[in-house]
């Protein structure tokens, strides 16, 4: 007689979504709810859950990865907020030194207002070049190649202004990293178990239907 196991199918998306333990996605403002549908699509499709522990771990892991992903762009958008500060403040003095054009008059106020925009020159630059103004791009390169410096220069300058708040980023994309390692850890040894279990009672079942035919054989006629 031939035993037929049947096999639980995979949980869908939905379920994995609406069980009320999970609560809603933990999506912040300005984040794409379809995105993390479809991540979370694609991460149970693949690990294919086959009982509570497993979609618990599933969603665990979906959670996760959208943690690590969005520690990343975070950092991105915070080293990119801080180049046109340090930008601003290595383009001032080179600004200033740039050839004056000659006055044809206008008096002392002309001049004052010439200063002034003398000194507020790194500042502007600075301020269109983020707006992503084409002539202000090529003005700073032109600026930072006069005194051998490139935007390379700019941002390893940012960066290591701010070395510690992104030591901290990294700490914590490494965090969510590893937690997210540990579980899918967990999944495996959690299926290696269950595995073990089910070759222990295949065996039961072959070495009991073996005794079986084995006494059916010796039996007197």
Request: charged share 20%; net charge neutral.
């Amino acid at each position: 007689m031939t035993n037929k196991t049947k096999i639980a199918p995979a949980p869908t998306v939905q379920a994995l979504s609406c069980l009320s333990i999970f609560g809603p996605p933990p999506l912040l403002p300005g984040e794409d709810a379809a995105s993390y549908d479809d991540l979370l699509a694609r991460v149970s499709g693949n690990l294919k859950p086959s009982d509570i522990f497993e979609e618990i771990w599933t969603r665990e892991i979906v959670d996760l990865i959208w943690e690590t992903a969005r520690w990343r762009r975070n950092l991105a958008a915070f080293i990119a907020t801080v180049i046109p500060k340090v930008l601003e403040r290595m383009l001032k003095p080179l600004a200033q030194n740039q050839p004056k054009p000659a006055s044809h008059g206008g008096g002392i106020l002309a001049k004052l207002h010439a200063a002034q925009a003398s000194l507020n020159g790194g500042q502007n630059l600075a301020t269109d070049w983020a707006a992503g103004d084409p002539a202000a791009k090529e003005h700073v390169n032109q600026l930072l190649a006069s005194a051998g410096l490139t935007m390379e220069s700019v941002v390893a300058q940012a960066l290591a202004s701010e070395l510690d708040k992104i030591e901290r980023f990294n700490r914590l994309i490494a965090s969510a990293e590893a937690r997210c390692n540990a579980l899918l850890h967990e999944v495996e040894r959690h299926r290696a178990t269950f595995a073990q279990k089910l070759r222990g009672e295949l065996h039961k079942i072959e070495d009991a239907e073996f005794q079986t035919i084995k006494a059916n054989s010796i039996a007197p006629t």
